[in-house]
Each structure stands twice: as C-alpha cells, then as structure tokens.
C-alpha cells in the first residue's frame, strides 16, 4: 500500500475559486512529519508547509491553510482565491524518523490548474 | 546565500552508457539526499550522504552508487543506463541533525533522457 496518496490527479479550477488538496498518508510510528511542497513546471521543489504530529493545530498562512487529522490521517492543503501562478503539481511528502527512515516519501502529486 | 546546485541542467545518454551528475549542496548543509522524478510520478528516494558515507538507501540496484566530498558536494553515478532510468533527478540538501523534521532544499534537477 502507498504511504501517501493523493487521489486527485488534476484539478482545474477559475482563478480566485478556493481549492482543497487531499492527502492520506500511512504510518506505524508516532512521531512523524508531514510537508506540502510545490512543484512549478522549472522542476524545483519548494517548501510550502510543515506539520508534526503531535500538534494537531490548524493554521492559515497567507492564502495557504492545512487541515491535519490524524483520527483519519489525512494532511490536507488549501489555497484560497486562488491565482494563475498557483499552478504547479503539488506534493505531500512524509518523514518517519522513529522508523529509521528520516527521508521523504512523496505522493504522486495532484495537478492545478488555474485559469483566468 | 547560494541554494542547492545541480548540474548538468539537461543530459542525453543511450543504453549502456555511464553518467554522472553533481550537486552542491545550500551553504550550511552536510547532508545530500538525491531522489529520482519519473514523469507523471512523485520523487522517489535513492540514498542519502552525510560525512562522505552512505547513510540510507532506497529501493535502487548497485547501478545506482554515489559519493560524497569532503566540501558536502555529492556525484551520483549511474551504470548501464537503461530506457527507464530517464528522469528527472532531484538533490536535496539538510543540517544532518534536522534531516527528519526540517524541509529538504530541493535544486532544479538534472534531466537525463536516455535513447
């Protein structure tokens, strides 16, 4: 089973529309990390979000916000009023250091789209 | 403050040819990860280096090695390219003491297409 998937493949929406990113992720441990990052079409990736899990706090930043759950693993990602240069393919990525594994696990990613 | 570096930016090799791709890591960090980007897909891990030895690894055969200096710049070599080993591979780099619960810096990859 994937650690981290994100169902959405691609998500097209009209700029200033809000947009919610899914992410469920699986893990036996119980200290982990979860991170958002943003991929534009130049290739790099860039840091968005960062939650632990024991702080189950929401926060807004910006027009970025994330809904972390851990009754239903899920660390989902919005972007409100949406712009033009929001798209990029988004990833969700776990790090499970208490495993041993301290590197990320990437999701498949989830497209946006945004159009004028 | 220089982040990570990569290059090349692009290469094109064919079957059973070698490459190597070099990475610096953002001023600060000793420890280099390097993950493969197959197209349509998330970035995969391959293996992490920190005070010039392999640390962890991925789930990659022995084709896949690397190296790391003594300046924290990092070579991944491929071996016996195959038509799957077309990708784009990322560098990552991290305080080694922070590698699990900070964000990774990512460089803007190397492109290898192999005919």
């Known amino acids: 089973a994937q650690k981290v998937t994100q169902a959405q493949t691609e998500i097209s929406v009209v700029e200033k529309e809000d947009v919610t990113l899914d992410c469920v992720y699986e893990?036996?441990?119980?200290?982990?990390?979860l991170f958002w990052y943003k991929q534009p079409p130049s290739g790099e990736l860039v840091f968005l979000i960062r939650r632990n899990s024991f702080d189950e706090q929401n926060e807004i930043s910006g027009r970025y916000s994330w809904n972390f759950q851990k009754s239903t693993s899920s660390f989902n990602f919005t972007i409100t009023a949406s712009q033009v240069v929001d798209s990029a393919v988004y990833f969700c990525?776990?790090?499970?250091?208490?495993?041993?594994?301290?590197?990320?696990?990437f999701g498949k990613g989830t497209m946006l789209l945004v159009s004028p | 403050d220089a982040g990570v570096t990569q290059s090349p930016t692009h290469l094109i090799k064919t079957r059973g040819q070698q490459v190597t791709l070099r990475c610096s890591p953002k001023s600060g960090h000793d420890t280099v990860s390097w993950y493969q980007q197959a197209l349509g897909q998330g970035p995969q891990f391959i293996f992490q280096?920190?005070?010039?030895?392999?640390?962890q690894r991925g789930n990659f055969p022995d084709r896949f090695s690397g190296h790391q200096f003594p300046n924290y710049s990092s070579e991944l070599n491929v071996n016996a390219l195959l038509l799957g080993d077309s990708a784009l591979y990322l560098c990552a780099s991290s305080l080694w003491e922070d590698r699990s619960n900070q964000p990774q810096h990512f460089g803007d990859g190397t492109r290898l297409s192999i005919l």
């Open positions: 280096y920190y005070e010039e030895e392999e640390r």
């Open positions: 893990t036996r441990d119980t200290t982990y990390y």
């Open positions: 990525a776990l790090s499970e250091p208490l495993s041993g594994y301290s590197t990320l696990t």
